[in-house]
Every structure is written in structure tokens, then in C-alpha cells.
């Protein structure tokens, strides 16, 4: 295997194309690099957020697809269309002899990157600056990872994570404080190691409205309290920049809100976006995690946190990216240095430097395959899939989390799902009621626990 960069990473010239008909209004693609290709040709698509689906394809193949409109807004990129290759920020193509990635200069700023083929050309066009380099690595996965080294430069250690355990595929949305100290107690019974307990999403009132509980949940203060007497850490579930349109918080301050922007339909209700750019909505958010830091939470699970990357017309005049790191640094603000922030449902470039962990794949299921097709919806298929293609992340930019180890009897083909979970160095999280597990499900659990690793992951070859 040769390691070895032909020259230096090297800003791409930019020749404009035509503006696609219907899309007049939008910044244009230009050309920036003409490639050989051949038979064996692959190319590397990069998904914008945690969910949208990302890998190695053939020329000849169809790249994964929204089945649904709303499956568009929450887990791809606006703008990715089914006719051709589109990376966000990253898009690579690997032959016999070099593989060439072509990529954003800065997270800051994260273009969309389409190939085409054009005769015997591969066209790769871009709609903001990118930089290109060309490698001799024999393994392309492994010329992912130095590019990502390089962008790197400068992002905080990698911290260690130990093993975690999460109410979601436990009890979905129903959760209640009893349920979660249930499992809890039986933690120390089983001889299962776990350092965080997380809540995950079902305790609030509302989404937006954080801060009052569900009335049959029962105690936040409590339940954080109670985790922390049994030695453990409490982490909580928060979808930071989703604010429900029946919520409180919608009705009582529509000034928040990003006006005329949706980030979909979820929970029964269109989710609003909120503008963090507006002073009132900044100090809000703010104190929210102040407060659930005085709780006693220290692991924050941020998610569908994509909704803070739409495009909207802001308080303040800036892009959705801007936007998102604005929002995010504000959450950092908040929690300080040493808690944890865990991206989820969140756009990949445009979190490094900003998360300490990140899941990077679609929610897991009991289900094998999502009932609609689309990859990007929760399915042990998709989230396999798309966490192998993003290993050369971990240890690099942050943790990787490529979901929970969820193996109770109704889970389809849990010893797969189980081997996929083992094969990763990120975090480890279990998500199943820990009575419902069987002995096989119960020493399995117990033998994947385990703390993450700091260390990039060997990356095998796409197509070992």
C-alpha cells in the first residue's frame, strides 16, 4: 500500500455551468474538475446529515433517495436530486491508480458537489469553493481518513466515552421516570457496566417546550438526582432548534421562529424552526441548558438538529450554516467545556470543532428494512450501511456513534445487528429493557459494553 499525496491539496478552478431549468434563482454549479473513469471506477457520495444515506457506488448505480417529501426536509439535503451524484461538502472518486477527493475548504461554508458523466469525462461541479487532492492510496477509505486529518487541523481531542445505556428503543416516546430507574436497578443484577443513562426523547410536554415534563412522566430533577445516586452520569434528549407548532413556546413567542420555514412534520405537528439569530430565542435556548445542567445532566443528546441549517430569513442576515454554528457555539456556551454534546440528525461538516460525539447513520430499528424504502429512515440495513462508509470519522473529528445495541428476542437479525455494533470503536449503548432480554441477549450486552475508543478505526478497502 502506497501512502503518498501527489503534490498539495490545491483549491479547484471554477467554470461555471448553466443554471439547471427551474433552479434559476439558486447559486449556480460550476465545473471544477474533468476525471477519467473506468469500469471499475468508484465514487464516494457523502450525505449531508447523520441520517442521509452515504458510500462507495458504482458508476452505473442509483444513489439512495427520498421516497417522501417529508423524508426530504428531515434527512437529506434541499436541493439533492435523483438524477446524479451529489456529495455535500465531500465527494470523492477512486480508480486502478489515484483516488481524487474533492471537498469544502472550511465548515463553515460546505458546498454541494455533483458528478456527471459526460462522454468519457466524469464532470465534477461544485456551488461554492472546494479543494481537490489527488492521492496514490491503494485503499480509498484510507484517503478519506488523511483528507479528514488535514480538515481536522486544529479540532479538540477526541475524548473517551464509557458504556451508556438509552431509554429510546426501550420505551420510544411512552417513557416515564419509572421505567428508566427500572432498568437502572437492574444494571448492577445483570453485572452490566454502565456509566451514562440517557433519556431519551417522550419526557417533554411538547417539542420546544423543554422544560415541563409530560404529565404522566413524572420528575426530571428526580430522575437525574436518582441516576447520580447510583454512580452513574444523566444524560437528556433535546432537540434544540425543533420547536413544535402546538407548543407553548410557539404560541407565546412566533418572533423565535424562522418565519415561513419548516423542518417537517413530526409528532402529529409541522416542526417550526427556531431562530437563533433573534436575541430572545438565543438566551432562551441558553437557559434551557442551564437549567438542565443545574438538574444535573451533564450528556446532552442533540438531535434533529438539522432544522438549525435551513436556509430561512433570520433575525440577522446569515446562512443556514451560519445559522447552525452560531446555534451550536450558544449551546456550548451554556454547558461549558467539560459536558458533552452528542450530534444527532445533525450536517456532518458543518459540526466539527462543535460536538464531542456523533452519531453517524440513521436510527437503528427492530426492523431490517424501513417499510418505505428510504435508507435514510430508521432500519438496521441503512444505519449499517452508512456508519461503515463514515468509520474514517471516528478518532478523528470526534466519537462515533453508530447507534444503540438493541438484541432483545423481536429484534430481526440481532446477531447481525450485533456483530455491526462490535465492529465499531465509538460509543456503546444499549437500548433495550433490560428485563426483556434473554440470556443470549443478556451476555451479549454485557460483552459489548464497553468504553469507546480515542483511536482511529482500521479501515478495510470498499470492496473487502
Not at 465534477?124 to 481537490?132: E, K, L, N, P, T
Not at 477526541?158 to 416516546?173: E, L
Request: one cysteine or more; a negative charge; glycine letters at 10%.
Amino acid at each position: 500500500m502506497v501512502d503518498l499525496l501527489v503534490g498539495t491539496p490545491r483549491l479547484a478552478e471554477r467554470q461555471q455551468d448553466p443554471a439547471p431549468e427551474g433552479n434559476e434563482g439558486s447559486v449556480p454549479f460550476s465545473t471544477v474538475a474533468e476525471l477519467e473513469y473506468d469500469a471499475s471506477t468508484l465514487l464516494f457520495e457523502h450525505g449531508w446529515q447523520s441520517w442521509s444515506p452515504s458510500g462507495w457506488y458504482r458508476l452505473d448505480a442509483h444513489p439512495p433517495r427520498p421516497t417522501a417529501p417529508n423524508h426530504h426536509v428531515m434527512a437529506y439535503r434541499p436541493g439533492v436530486d435523483a438524477g446524479r451524484f451529489q456529495g455535500e461538502g465531500l465527494l470523492a472518486v477512486a480508480t486502478a491508480d489515484e483516488v481524487t477527493v474533492i471537498a469544502a475548504t472550511s465548515p463553515d461554508d460546505v458546498p454541494s458537489i455533483r458528478a456527471d458523466l459526460r462522454g468519457d469525462r466524469l464532470v465534477i461541479s461544485a456551488d461554492g469553493a472546494v479543494q481537490q487532492t489527488t492521492s496514490t492510496q491503494a485503499n480509498p477509505n484510507q484517503a478519506l481518513a488523511d483528507w479528514a486529518d488535514a480538515f481536522a487541523a486544529g479540532a479538540p481531542p477526541v475524548r473517551v466515552f464509557g458504556p451508556s445505556w438509552c431509554s429510546w428503543y426501550a420505551y420510544w416516546g411512552k417513557v416515564t421516570e419509572r421505567d428508566v430507574m427500572t432498568d437502572v436497578r437492574q444494571f448492577d443484577q445483570h453485572d452490566l457496566s454502565v456509566d451514562l443513562v440517557l433519556l431519551d426523547e417522550g419526557y417533554q410536554s411538547a417539542i420546544g417546550d423543554w422544560l415541563t415534563p409530560r404529565d404522566d412522566f413524572g420528575s426530571t430533577v428526580r430522575l437525574a438526582a436518582d441516576i447520580r445516586s447510583s454512580g452513574r452520569r444523566a444524560g437528556i434528549w433535546v432537540a434544540p432548534f425543533l420547536v413544535a407548532s402546538g407548543s407553548e413556546t410557539a404560541r407565546k413567542h412566533p418572533e423565535w421562529l424562522v418565519p415561513g420555514i419548516s423542518a417537517g412534520t413530526n409528532w402529529g405537528q409541522e416542526q417550526l424552526v427556531l431562530d437563533v439569530t433573534h436575541p430572545g430565542a438565543a438566551h432562551h435556548i441558553q437557559d434551557v441548558f442551564t437549567e438542565l445542567c443545574r438538574q444535573g445532566y451533564d450528556h446532552f443528546k442533540l438531535d434533529f438538529v438539522y432544522a438549525g441549517a435551513i436556509d430561512g430569513p433570520r433575525h440577522e442576515q446569515i446562512d443556514g450554516v451560519g445559522a447552525y454554528r452560531l446555534g451550536m457555539r450558544l449551546l456550548r456556551e451554556a454547558v461549558g467545556p467539560n459536558r458533552i454534546l452528542h450530534g444527532c440528525g445533525a450536517p456532518i461538516l458543518p459540526s466539527l470543532g462543535l460536538v464531542d460525539c456523533m452519531r453517524i447513520s440513521p436510527d437503528t430499528d427492530p426492523l431490517v428494512d424501513p417499510p418505505s424504502g428510504d435508507i435514510s429512515q430508521p432500519g438496521q440495513r441503512g444505519a449499517r450501511s452508512t456508519s461503515v462508509a463514515r468509520e474514517f470519522l471516528h478518532g478523528r473529528w470526534w466519537a462515533n456513534d453508530s447507534d444503540c445495541l438493541i438484541v432483545r428476542p423481536d429484534v430481526q437479525e440481532r446477531e447481525l445487528w450485533a456483530q455491526h455494533i462490535s465492529q465499531g470503536p465509538g460509543l456503546r449503548m444499549s437500548s433495550d429493557p433490560i428485563g426483556e432480554l434473554d440470556r443470549w441477549g443478556l451476555d451479549r450486552t454485557r460483552e459489548l459494553l464497553v468504553p469507546s475508543s480515542p483511536r482511529p478505526h482500521p479501515l478495510k478497502d470498499p470492496d473487502a
